[in-house]
């Protein structure tokens, strides 16, 4: 119905940048919130940001100063800038999208695949 893709992932040097990128495609009527998580292996999902179909954003506290969430609504495209990369943002990406597949239909929360980014030397 929904598919999200994410990618741009990958490995890189602490101090390096990335930038993910997440296309929404299928039968879609009009996409609301997009999101971008993370996981990692001994932590709890987080919510790194937050963008509204308008354009306002919220970011996690501790990522705030180096990642920047922006959206390309004629593109069904999420993008999330990472910056000055550190060991502790090692983790696999998701991007969420609510989206609503008919007028008048329900909202539904759809979720990609995720992709992998490593922070390493």
């Known amino acids: 119905q929904v598919q999200l893709v994410e990618s741009g992932g990958g490995l890189v040097q602490p101090g390096g940048s990335l930038r993910l990128s997440c296309v929404a495609s299928?039968?879609?009527?009009?996409?609301?919130?997009m999101a971008w998580y993370r996981h990692s292996p001994g932590k709890q999902r987080e919510l790194v940001a937050g963008?509204?179909?308008?354009?306002?954003?919220n970011v996690a506290d501790s990522v705030k100063a180096r990642f920047t969430i922006s959206r390309d609504n004629a593109k069904n495209t999420v993008y999330l800038q990472m910056n000055n990369l550190e060991s502790e943002d090692t983790a696999v990406y998701y991007c969420n999208a609510d989206v609503k597949t008919k007028p008048g239909g329900d909202e539904y929360h759809y979720w990609g695949q995720g992709t992998q980014v490593t922070v390493s030397s």
């Open positions: 963008i509204t179909r308008a354009g306002s954003t």
């Open positions: 299928g039968s879609i009527f009009r996409i609301y919130d």
